[in-house]
């Protein structure tokens, strides 16, 4: 009897140890779950703060007497049509606010146009010689009938310096340059071209009308003055 009676009591005590061990299990899967699930929620945060913030280009930027308040960047691809239009959009907006806006021009080309990336790397040699913005207005308004050799001829009509042209074209030495806009494309997200971002927030359209309301209400949020 008393060896029965230890039976009972040894399997109450397993059992209540067995239950008492599930239970900190499912403590222990909770807390798991809730550390994971902030530290989810952390990284998206983190990654959703730096999609917003393309990384600035000084060397492309058009040329400004003034501060450069607002930022516009575009991420572009020279055989897309879209990115044609929206060129000069943005150029009648450099033109129109002046000083009060910097304008930086990212490579972004698309795997199915078979000229784009060579178009970013001649406009890039141009740009050794000062000349990236004419270069690239070139390019777009004869993207229809664009082929390798107009590359050259683009830089012949607008003076440049042909040797040095030529040679930095028959290198890859811009292709780093145009991967790495690329692949601030690519940490950012865009999924297409143009893409367009107003300091550090993508906007929705390229329209004039549009990016020159944004440009506007930017203003009135930093009390920067209008002309």
């Given at each position: 009897m008393h060896t029965y009676l230890n039976r009972q009591i040894?399997?109450?005590?397993?059992?209540?140890?067995?239950?008492?061990?599930?239970?900190?299990?499912?403590?222990?899967?909770?807390?798991?779950?809730?550390?994971?699930?902030?530290?989810?929620?952390?990284?998206?945060?983190?990654?959703?703060?730096?999609?917003?913030?393309?990384?600035?280009?000084?060397?492309?930027?058009?040329?400004?007497?003034?501060?450069?308040?607002?930022?516009?960047?575009?991420?572009?691809?020279?055989?897309?049509?879209?990115?044609?239009?929206a060129y000069f959009v943005v150029e009648q907006i450099a033109e129109e606010y002046n000083d009060k806006i910097k304008v930086t021009h990212k490579h972004y080309p698309l795997n199915f146009h078979p000229l784009s990336f060579d178009a970013a790397m001649a406009a890039e040699c141009?740009?050794?010689?000062?000349?990236?913005?004419?270069?690239?207005?070139?390019?777009?308004?004869?993207?229809?009938?664009?082929?390798?050799?107009?590359?050259?001829?683009?830089?012949?009509?607008?003076?440049?310096d042909m040797k040095l042209f030529r040679s930095c074209l028959s290198t890859d030495a811009k292709s780093d340059m145009i991967y790495k806009d690329m692949a601030e494309g690519d940490r950012l997200g865009i999924l297409g071209t143009p893409t367009i971002y107003l300091d550090g927030k993508s906007v929705e359209s390229w329209e004039y009308e549009y990016l020159s309301q944004q440009i506007e209400k930017l203003y009135k949020e930093n009390n920067i003055e209008s002309d």
């Amino acid at each position: 009897m008393h060896t029965y009676l230890n039976r009972q009591i040894s399997r109450q005590e397993r059992y209540k140890k067995s239950q008492l061990f599930i239970y900190l299990m499912k403590i222990k899967k909770r807390t798991l779950q809730i550390v994971f699930g902030i530290a989810f929620v952390a990284v998206v945060i983190i990654l959703l703060m730096t999609r917003t913030q393309p990384y600035d280009d000084p060397g492309k930027m058009r040329a400004s007497s003034g501060t450069g308040d607002i930022k516009l960047v575009v991420f572009s691809d020279y055989q897309c049509p879209a990115c044609a239009k929206a060129y000069f959009v943005v150029e009648q907006i450099a033109e129109e606010y002046n000083d009060k806006i910097k304008v930086t021009h990212k490579h972004y080309p698309l795997n199915f146009h078979p000229l784009s990336f060579d178009a970013a790397m001649a406009a890039e040699c141009a740009n050794d010689q000062d000349k990236f913005w004419d270069y690239s207005a070139e390019i777009f308004l004869m993207q229809d009938d664009l082929k390798k050799s107009s590359f050259n001829a683009v830089a012949k009509d607008l003076g440049l310096d042909m040797k040095l042209f030529r040679s930095c074209l028959s290198t890859d030495a811009k292709s780093d340059m145009i991967y790495k806009d690329m692949a601030e494309g690519d940490r950012l997200g865009i999924l297409g071209t143009p893409t367009i971002y107003l300091d550090g927030k993508s906007v929705e359209s390229w329209e004039y009308e549009y990016l020159s309301q944004q440009i506007e209400k930017l203003y009135k949020e930093n009390n920067i003055e209008s002309d």
